[in-house]
């Protein structure tokens, strides 16, 4: 088993900048790939964007380009996703996704069916 706890989630100003993290534990060896989904409230889940660990290659939702960068940090067991200028207005719940398989194609990888793990979720809200 896999477990995901994501932090750093909290208040923002437009034109800020967020960092959130995702400590994974338990059997991280089998993790092949690391998500990050958003939901707003009464929405749908959307992806984000995802990092693969066989070679590090990043995937962002085309919507998502250029506001958000995915990164890692192997040593903690640890995947970043630090927002960049976000939209005033805006309340996310920020999600942590993890799947035993490598889902390196832009088709699978923003699928949230293809995860098999998940954290609570990190609050993230934007303000003006």
């Known amino acids: 088993q896999v477990q995901l706890v994501e932090s750093g989630g909290g208040s923002v100003q437009a034109g800020g900048s967020l960092r959130l993290s995702c400590a994974a534990s338990?059997?991280?060896?089998?993790?092949?790939?690391m998500g990050w989904f958003r939901q707003a409230p009464g929405k749908e889940r959307e992806f984000v964007g995802a990092?693969?660990?066989?070679?590090?290659?990043?995937y962002y939702a085309q919507s998502m380009k250029g506001r958000f960068a995915i990164s890692t940090d192997n040593a903690k067991n640890t995947v970043y996703l630090q927002m960049n200028s976000p939209k005033p207005g805006n309340t996310n719940f920020y999600y942590c996704?993890?799947?035993?398989?490598?889902?390196?194609?832009?088709?699978?990888?923003?699928?949230?069916?293809?995860?098999?793990?998940w954290g609570e979720g990190a609050k993230g809200t934007v303000s003006s």
């Open positions: 996704a993890a799947s035993n398989v490598w889902l390196n194609t832009q088709t699978y990888i923003g699928k949230a069916t293809r995860y098999s793990y």
């Open positions: 338990g059997r991280t060896l089998r993790i092949l790939t």
């Open positions: 990092i693969t660990g066989n070679d590090g290659t990043t």
